[in-house]
């Protein structure tokens, strides 16, 4: 009898060790490295998280922002931290378009790291240049085709989604394009307000501006759903091509090896918040669409969507440096 009470203790003992183990994490300050500058999408959404992990768990979350070679510097960083979920990466896409880009990371963009969650995502919408003479996808389409070499497309920078976007349309359109990349997308702006470029996709946050002035034509949202913010312009199905879509979005990743039950508890906190009015509401003012969703959902997120811009890159000719 007496052995019997002490194996059903010991049995009661291993089945509470894991879920008392998980309820560890956090032991310590959390560290949320964002890959780029202050001020963007995933900038804020990172903070938004940080400050509702503060509020939950007790812990101080410290944003470090590490700009530099489209996110790799500080996804790097991440990538060979301790693997014990206190050293997070917020990425945004370019990190599912940087091994189309790059010949040799410092990093494996798959095996180096544990998806957490997809936390957002968000539209860009096809603007176009007072200058050019149309008012529709299919106008646009159409001139494209009659006037080759003509059109130039703006982008916030080689290698982001921005850039492989406006790829993505030259290939599905067989219009001939240039690229002209700037430092960033509102440097591009004044270029395309003038006339000196054609046409550019950029996030809805950053171009909304311009084209409340009426400074810029919108012609299309690249996401199946129309934007939070710009709710009258069509999606680029709507617009009449079918098959496109593209977006920027951002999630979070630990380093490879970090524990599943810490993984796990990390995701069912983020989703918590993401689903937060206030949360929600900062997001979508600022054309942020909130995410959410599967550890495995997101790392299935992560290879369909470098499935699609290596396909591109190709398209393109675009050769890994």
């Not at 240049?129 to 001139?143: F, G, H, M």
């Not at 400074?215 to 759903?225: D, G, I, S, Y």
């Amino acid at each position: 009898m007496q052995r019997r009470t002490l194996a059903a203790a010991a049995v009661l003992a291993l089945a509470c060790a894991v879920p008392a183990a998980a309820q560890q994490f956090p032991s310590k300050p959390i560290t949320i490295v964002v890959p780029a500058s202050p001020g963007g999408a995933i900038d804020l959404t990172a903070r938004l998280i940080g400050q509702k992990l503060t509020e939950a768990w007790g812990q101080s979350v410290v944003i470090d922002n590490r700009a530099g070679a489209t996110g790799i510097i500080g996804t790097d960083l991440v990538a060979k931290s301790p693997p014990d979920g206190h050293t997070l990466a917020l990425v945004a896409s370019s990190h599912a378009i940087n091994p189309s880009m790059v010949k040799k990371l410092p990093f494996d963009t798959v095996k180096g790291f544990e998806p957490v969650v997809l936390t957002h995502v968000v539209p860009l919408v096809l603007v176009v240049s007072p200058t050019v003479p149309v008012n529709s996808l299919k106008e646009l389409i159409a001139y494209g085709k009659a006037n080759p070499g003509k059109l130039s497309f703006a982008s916030s920078g080689s290698g982001g989604a921005p850039h492989f976007s406006g790829e993505l349309f030259k290939s599905m359109t067989a219009i001939d394009m240039t690229h002209i990349p700037y430092k960033g997308s509102t440097l591009a702006h004044p270029d395309l307000i003038s006339g000196r470029t054609s046409l550019m996709f950029d996030t809805v946050a950053a171009v909304n501006v311009q084209v409340k002035a009426n400074r810029l034509k919108p012609l299309a949202v690249t996401t199946l759903k129309r934007s939070s913010i710009l709710p009258d312009v069509p999606t680029m199905q709507e617009a009449g091509l079918a098959g496109y879509e593209t977006s920027t979005w951002g999630g979070l990743l630990a380093p490879a090896g970090t524990p599943k039950a810490t993984i796990a508890r990390l995701n069912a906190e983020v989703n918590k918040i993401l689903a937060m009015p206030d949360v929600r509401k900062t997001m979508l003012d600022n054309g942020i669409e909130p995410g959410g969703g599967s550890p495995q959902q997101f790392n299935d997120f992560i290879g369909a969507e470098m499935v699609k811009w290596t396909k591109v890159a190709k398209d393109a000719g675009i050769q890994p440096e």
